[in-house]
């Protein structure tokens, strides 16, 4: 795994408003004491480093997606319990993970492969670009 640095700056901008940045992952709390605003701001760490992303790839040669295979895919997914939401891009699909894969939808996923979609893989939060 990859080691990444983050920066959390405090800063004291007057009587009961403190403001607290974490850049690397676009998160800025303002609160009226330290102890408030590191709270809310651990919320969003928390939420940095839970939330991925399943990401499916579909290739179309002539450019359109397919509509009712994409229907199809949310529909698995769905009764799967993999995710509950999809955001199509292009030719991907987005899915928020609310919770990490078991080995049985990984398997179902691996399965998958090459029928209802080309190819599959996980980002986090940043990654995705959901801001």
Known sequence: MEEKIYTLNIRHAGQWKYEVTIPEIC?????????SALNITFRDIVKHFTTRYLILVFVDPQGRPKTNLEQQVTFEFEQLGIAPHVHTREHHMVFALSCPLTREQTAWLDEQKGKLFNWYYTKDEIEVGTR
């Not at 998160?27 to 102890?35: C, I, Q, R, S, Y």
């Open 27 to 35: 998160v800025a709390k303002t609160a009226p004491t330290l102890e």
